[in-house]
C-alpha cells in the first residue's frame, strides 16, 4: 500500500530529537525518525519538515530577557535540529536539504518557495529551520505557513500523546480522546493542537492537521498509508 498523500509536512518538536535525555539530541532517536521518514518516501510521498527547537532553547521561558533575542536564539536552535535531520537522512541514503528563513549561507540554503517545491518534485526532502524568521510566532505557525506556501496536503503534528483529548490526559484519567474535529472546534475550544495563529492559518486555507504520537515512530508510515491513528482535524 503507497502513500494515500502526495505532498506532506511534518512537524517534529525539538524534545521528540532529545528522546528520554529531554535536553540536546539524541542521535538513536532521529536515525529511528529518519528510517520512517525514507519509508515515506519510498510510498511514494513528498516529505518536507519543520523542526522546533525546545531541546536547547524555548524563547518563551527565557525571564526577562528581551523576547526577540529569545526568538532569534530560538531559531538558530531549529537549525542545529534540521541539521542533524538532514545529515541523519542523508546516511540513510536520502537526499535532504534545508532552507532556513534567516540568511546563513555557508550552512543551509535560505528558505525560496519555488526552490523548496522543485526540490519535493525530486524526491529530496526539505527541512525548514528559524521558524518564520520572525519573533513572536511558533514552529507550528511556520508549519502551517509553510504547508499552505508548498501546497502540502496535510500537517502531520508529531507530539508526544496519541491524539487531541477535551482535557489533559495526564492530569485527567477520564479525558475523552477526539478521532476527528473542525478546525473550528479547535479554535472555539481552544485545544491547543496547534497555537491559535497556526490553527486559524490551517482554518482559513483548509489544511488538514492529523496529530498523533510519535513515541511510535512507525505512526509516520501508518499514517503516509491512511490508517486510522490520532486525531485528524479537517
Known sequence: MGSVYKRILLKLSGEVLAGEKGTG???????????????????????????????????RSSGNMDRVKADHMGMLATTIN??????TLI??????????AIEMRQVAEPYIRNKAIRHLEKGRVIIFGCGTGNPFFSTDTAAALRAVEIGADV????????????????????????DTLTHHDVLAN????????AASLCMDNKVKILVFNLNDPDNIVKAVKGETIGTLVE
Open 25 to 59: 539530541i539524541d542521535f538513536n532517536k532521529v536515525e529511528e525518525v529518519c528510517k520512517r521518514i525514507k519509508t515515506v518516501t519510498e510510498l511514494g510521498a513528498q516529505v518536507a519538515i519543520v523542526v522546533g527547537g525546545g531541546n536547547f532553547w524555548r524563547g
Open 82 to 87: 534540521s541539521l542533524a535531520l538532514s545529515d
Open 91 to 100: 546516511q540513510l541514503g536520502v537526499d535532504a536539504r534545508v532552507q532556513t
Open 155 to 178: 500537517i502531520f503534528k508529531a507530539t508526544n500523546v496519541d491524539g487531541v483529548y477535551d482535557s489533559d490526559p495526564k492530569l485527567n484519567p477520564d479525558a475523552v480522546k477526539y
Open 190 to 197: 481552544e485545544l491547543h493542537v496547534m497555537d491559535s495563529t
